[in-house]
């Protein structure tokens, strides 16, 4: 994955990076016995063409040397000007200590950079460490606050010209902040200070690698004197931990009406399009990534689990770029590496709205089945695409491993369908797979904005025939050359009433299709018995 250094070095005609420094091991304590490469999971958005002004989202990996990496808490302040903000700080504390406890473990440097509190920790040694750290010369950006630049990166997202609230009524200005919340251990290792000391003490350690958590998104974590237009600047590597920040805002000034939840996305969108990549907290922790109770979006859980069609890399690129914006919560479960049976973070089904399943021939861990389960059974919508039909099913009726569970039946008793297997793929000199819209379906929401005709893909065609008597077939589809069709998209009541779009589409090629994209789009709404986008 690329580091977006090439804007930030035109603007601000940087010139020569470090003066040379004496020669200096990195003494890091942590890292005598660093254990493996932090694996990072970042997104960030390209644009399309030059000048086009249209990103798109990419996702991409990285290993970082935990012994060459920093781990930046910004402005984690035990009370913010903003009683919305405070609670939020407070919320997001517990999940944001645990993320430093295990980057601590793993050999990465903890610098606590809670700014204008400095005489608080006067005799800390931890401050003591930060002070100690060698001066060496940096690019000419190292003034307290690194401002928005004019003409090379746009404005942000929303109003942004004075300390914002959104509470009501709005609270009044002020520094009430004395310390950075206790809720964060500040360990015998790590470093404080609220300057460019941060970079010293990274140059003497060696470190090159930063990620970056804390508040506030478009203001300190920006803007601050160790934060990400000095960091980007200087050349090293930086991540935000998109969801271990927050943003301020007011919902009255412009855009008027912009939730608050969805503000801080947009700040975290400018961040991917004109800084830096950005990770999750569930590359430390696994599990679920963090998110605020009080967001009112619709909660979509996508969970993923399948290594023939790549839907680890499309589906979230697919919720990012075609969900985010259209007020739609986003939680990602992938399969633990480690145990591909293994879903950590199903807690998160206890708050989803909808659950879309690309997950094939996996057997979870019984409780985790029991999760799904449950969730079904309540008469919450499901989402499926491709191998969904056969989820949670070993071949041959294979009985699953001790501990862990099989539901064979999820395919007819939520999905409404009947896959048996499937026809050769298209490829070089193989027929090629075509769908249609049923006759009669045309005006079916989940088909809106949709194209008539034939419409080549990617997949091969499921054999699914026949769709349970409560399924109604909206695409059909058929081999080049072979007339017999086969549903290829359909909705679903289940028994509870609980509604099912499921789509035997999903090939890495169809991600592509704007039908494909489109359909599924569609589809989601649908379930939420929400209409389709424009």
């Given at each position: 994955?690329k ?12 010139v ?12 890091h ?5 660093a ?16 000048g086009?002004?249209q ?11 935990p ?12 009370q ?7 609670e ?6 517990p ?27 006067e005799d800390?040694?931890q ?5 100690q ?11 307290g606050?690194?401002?928005l ?11 942004n010209?004075?300390?914002r ?5 709005q609270?009044?200005?002020g520094?009430?902040?004395?310390r ?6 500040i360990?015998?290792d ?12 990274m140059?003497?350690r ?22 990400i237009?000095?960091l ?7 991540v935000l931990?998109r969801?271990m ?34 990770v999750?907290s569930?590359?430390?922790l ?13 909660h ?18 697919f919720a ?41 021939r ?23 695409i491709?191998?969904?039909?056969h ?70 065609l ?9 399924a ?13 069709a ?6 679903n ?9 499921y ?13 494909f ?18």
């Open positions: 994955m580091h977006r250094t090439l804007p930030i070095a035109a603007l601000f005609s940087l020569q990076f470090f003066v040379p420094l004496p020669s200096v091991a990195p003494v304590p942590a890292t005598a016995n254990a493996e490469p932090l694996r990072l999971h970042l997104r960030s958005r390209d644009e399309t063409a030059a086009s002004g990103f798109q989202v990419v996702a991409g990996e990285a290993e970082w040397d012994a060459r990496t920093a781990i930046v808490v910004c402005d984690m302040w035990d913010h000007w903003c009683r919305g903000a405070t939020r700080v407070v919320e997001m504390a999940r944001m200590n645990e993320v430093l406890n295990e980057a601590r473990r793993r050999g990465a440097l903890i610098i606590h950079c809670p700014s204008g509190t400095m005489d608080f920790y800390a040694p401050r003591k460490l930060a002070r750290a060698p001066p060496v010369k940096l690019k000419p950006l190292t003034g606050w690194c401002p630049a004019d003409g090379k990166e746009p404005a942000l997202p929303f109003d010209a004075r300390d609230c959104d509470c009501t009524p609270c009044p200005h520094h009430p902040w004395r950075q919340i206790d809720t964060l251990e360990a015998a790590d470093a404080i200070t609220d300057s460019a000391e941060a970079l010293y003490l140059r003497q060696g470190i090159d690698h930063v990620i970056l958590l804390g508040v506030h998104a478009n203001m300190c974590v920006l803007g601050r004197p160790f934060a237009r000095q980007c600047a200087q050349g090293l590597s930086v931990m969801d920040t927050d943003s301020v805002h007011d919902s009255g000034s412009p855009p008027e009406g912009l939730d608050h939840f969805r503000a801080t996305e947009q700040v975290i969108e400018h961040i991917e399009k004109y800084w830096c990549p950005t999750t569930q590359d430390f696994g599990g679920a990534a963090f998110s605020f109770r009080e967001d009112p979006r619709p979509v859980v996508l969970l993923i689990g399948e290594d023939e069609y790549q839907t680890d890399r499309t589906l979230p690129a990012d770029a075609e969900l985010a914006d259209r007020g739609l919560r986003l939680t990602v479960i992938h399969a633990n590496p480690r145990d591909l049976n293994d879903f950590p973070g199903l807690e998160s089904l206890d708050s989803a709205d909808v659950l879309l399943v690309s997950v094939r996996r057997t979870p861990p019984a409780d985790q089945l029991a999760r799904i389960r449950a969730f079904v059974k309540s008469g919450k919508p499901v989402v499926g491709r191998t969904a039909s989820a949670f099913s070993l071949r041959n009726d294979q009985p699953p491993p001790p501990g862990h569970a099989a539901w064979p039946e999820f395919d007819a008793q939520v999905l409404g369908g009947h896959y048996v297997g499937h026809h050769d793929a298209p490829g070089a000199g193989a027929p090629r797979t075509l769908v249609w819209i049923a006759p009669k379906e045309q005006d079916h929401p989940v088909l809106r904005h949709v194209p008539s005709g034939e419409i080549a893909v990617g997949s091969s499921y054999k699914t025939s026949p769709l349970s008597s409560s109604t077939a909206l695409m059909l589809g058929r081999v080049e050359g072979i007339e017999q086969e549903p290829v998209a359909w909705t009541t289940r028994a509870n009433g609980g509604r099912v779009f789509t035997s589409l999903g090939h890495i090629d169809d991600f592509a299709l704007p039908a994209r489109r359909l599924l789009l569609n589809g989601i709404f649908w379930a939420l018995e929400k209409p389709a986008p424009e």
